[in-house]
Each structure stands twice: as C-alpha cells, then as structure tokens.
C-alpha cells in the first residue's frame, strides 16, 4: 500500500492550523478500495474558529471594491487552471471520475463557472432604481454576511465554485465544508484561494461530517446563510435545524429528471440520453434517469438503449480512455444494488446489467451499466433518485400522457426534450414542472442559472442569479 497522504489540517484565518481535537477519517480510492489520505473530522471548536474568523473579516471585505474582489477571482483562475492536474488527480483519487474525464470535465466546469462569473460580475447592477424620477427607491445590493457552503462529492469543483466565486464576489465570508468523502481537491482548491493572497478569514475551511461541522454551522448564530448541494434528505433537516436562526437557506437537491422522447425525435435521441444517464457513473442530479419514449418507436429505443449501455466501458478511473468509472463509495453501491433488486422484483423488465461487479472484476465500487424497460412511473426505480448508472424506460401514448407521467414525481430538476415539432416544444417547455428544460440535446448557456423546485431545492447557482442568492437587496428611499 502507498503511503496515505496526511491532510490533516483545516484553513482557517490564512493559515493551515491542527484541527482542535478530531477524529480521523480515511478517504478511499473507489477504484482500489485502497485508502489514500487521512482527514481530520473537525468538531466545534474548529467550527467556532473559522465562524469568527469569517466574522472578523467580514467589514473589510465587504466594503472592498467591487473590481478589487473580481481582480481576486481573475487571480484565482489564472492559479486554478495552473493547479488543473493536481486538482484532476484528488478527484480521481476521492470519487472516481475516471483521469480523462477528471480534466476534461470536471475540473474544466470549475474553470468555466470562474470564467462566467467573471463575465456576469461585469453586468451586475448593484444599485437599480425604481419609481419617478423625483422620488425614486434605489434597491440596494448588499452582501449577507457570513455564509456557510456545505457540498457533495459528485462534482466536487463544479459545485464548490458554484459557491466560492458568488459568494466572494457578493462581499460575503464564509466556511466551506466539502463533503468528507471527497474533501482532497476542495483542500487544494483552498491552496488556489491561500495563494490569491485574499485577506485572512475571507474564506475558510473545514472538513467534517453532516452530524459534526454540518450542524454547528447550519445552527451557528453568526452564520447568516447556509448554501448547501446534497441529498434532498440532508436538505430537509439542515432546513428544520436553520430555522431556530430565521437564517437564509439556498438548497440545491436531488432529481429524477424525465427525458421526453417523442416519435419524431432526432436519430440521435435514444443514444445522446443513454450516454447522459450514464455519465459520471449515473452520479449527476440532473441525470435523465427516466426515459419516457412514444409508443410507436418504443422497441427500436429499448434495443438502442441496451446497446450503448453493453458498449459503456467500465473501467478504473486510473486508466485513460472514455470509460465510466467506479461510483463513489461501497455504501453508494450497497444502495444501487438494492434498488437495481427492487428493480427486477417490482416487475420492470432487465434488458442490460443488473446486479454484481462487472466480468472481469473483483475489486473497486463498479456497476454494470443497468437499462429497464416496461417501467410503471410508480415503481421505486423511477421514483428514488438512485444516483448510479441505472436507466427506467417508460413508455407513453401521446403528449399529454408524456406530461402526466413526466410531472408524476416531487422532483422537479432538470426535464429534456426530443421532439422536431417546435410548437410541441414551446407548450411542453411550458407545462414541464422543473428548474430547467432542456430540448434536443441543447445545454444551458454559459451564464445561465442551475437551480430547481420541489424536492430538488429552490437555489439558483450560476451567472448574476447566483450572484443575487448571496445577496441581500435594501429599498433605499429619499437617496437620489
Ligand atoms: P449528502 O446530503 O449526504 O451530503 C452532502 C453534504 O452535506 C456533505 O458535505 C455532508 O457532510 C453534508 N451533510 C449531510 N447531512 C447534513 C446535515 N444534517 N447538516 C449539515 N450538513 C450535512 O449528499 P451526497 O451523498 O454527498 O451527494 C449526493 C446528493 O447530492 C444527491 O442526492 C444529488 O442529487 C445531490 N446533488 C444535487 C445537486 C444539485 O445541484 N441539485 C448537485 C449535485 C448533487
């Protein structure tokens, strides 16, 4: 075994400090099993440290210029795409996303969410009037205050960036707790912000567990807002335990999104959404795990869809090439085989995968690429967010059908689209019930916001809305 990597240190006020008194936690490579570094869980001492420090910092960096700030954020970029291979490696190591796919993807969506904040900071309006010309109230754009950032592990970057880069450029302090079972690119990405050079306390953080740091920041008195990315389970109780403290919530939560496949579809359709549900190992919120497909081409998609599914690699994420890697933990896999066996017992018909490690393999969290047909929207498959390479096809007569059982869902993230019958899509586009629509295979514009309703949390992250969210707004009257 290679020697484990001590990151036992949490930054707090400028500096790499010892953890007050902490557990150690071992993080795990999925693709060996193997440890490869030891964390500190920190507790509330090391919590009410980097509270305070944050709190310290708060008045000077608030009343820092705005283009000083965003010259702070152009500085980070330059050094985060300096540190990209460090950064793809702690990935890879912490949650599996395969080397190729580490870089290409998700240390490149950190990259672009800097970059497009940048860009959108340059449009935001902090003072917008309001009202005639002779008594006008200025509505006023002003920073929080303290801000804790609670992430996941499934797209570590995409999401701490999400949170970091709006929150410094709105004026705010704040804590980020990555999630403990991939914390090692969010220590470097603290490395990154350390070598910006930011004032001390401006950003802090601290690893630890939901129970442990989760909590005493979701309940910190001088915490003023709590962003948090993560299971909509997590999302509830930090939601009941911020609410003694009135403070301001953002949550960005599960999905279940639904993938509209009408008979007019582009050739494409059936593959694009396979490979779609299949990316990242099926650990994306926004995955669309349920691929509702008309009646007359139902056949033809379940024999495509099997197809991409026996053609999608599984492989270690140390080994080069475009294959899927390992998903993220052995409990993860547990859940995923489960719900795979609900699957098969409730009646949906197995068409590709299934249960157990693919041939070949003996060790590592793999799991075969897995299709379903025959799927009744009411069964567990297509109604709990399974978060692994898992795909419900479920057919469906006309459009109204196709809305009914697509809105069938407390979810409400990210629905898709494939239809060549533009008035379809602007009535669908419409009845649709999610954060996000998205038709023929067109992602978002850079820029855009991410961001749900329902159980998938209401944030909006991403472009001058996720600027706003860290963000109080005061009606100034009189002012002119
Ligand atoms: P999780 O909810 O278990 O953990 C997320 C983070 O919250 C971790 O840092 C964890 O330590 C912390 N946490 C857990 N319980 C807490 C509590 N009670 N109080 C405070 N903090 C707590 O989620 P996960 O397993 O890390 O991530 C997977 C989930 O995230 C999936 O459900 C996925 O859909 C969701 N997700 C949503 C989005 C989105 O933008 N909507 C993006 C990515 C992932």
Known sequence: MAELLDKRQFYIDGKWVAPAAADDLKVIDPSTEEPVAVISLGGQADTDAAVAAAKRAFPGWSHTPPEQRLEYVRKILDIYKRRAEDIAWAITHEMGAPADMSIRDQVESGSSHIQNFIDAFGEFEFVRRHGPADAQTVISWEPIGVVALITPWNWPMNQV?????????AGDTMILKPSEIAPLSSMVFAEVLDEAGLPPGVFNLVNGDGQGVGTQLTVHPDVEMISFTGSTRAGIQISRAAADGLKKVALELGGKGANLIFADADEKA?????????????QSCNAPTRMLVQR???DKAVDTAKEVAEKTAVASAHEAGRHIGPVVSKQQWEKIQDLIQKGIDEGARLVAGGTGLPEGVNRGYF?????????????????EEIFGPVLSIIPFEDEEDAVRIANDTRYGLTNYVQTQDGERRNRLARQLRSGMVEMNGQSRAPGSFFGGIGRSGRAREGGIWGIEEFMDSKAISGWH
């Open 367 to 383: 799991v075969r690429p897995t299709v379903f047909a025959d799927v009744s929207n009411d069964m567990t498959i297509a109604q």
């Open 296 to 298: 007359d081409i139902y």
């Open 161 to 169: 960036t999400l949170k970091v880069i709006p929150a410094l450029l």
């Open 270 to 282: 059936v593959v694009r959404g396979a490979r779609h549900c299949f990316y990242n190992s099926g």
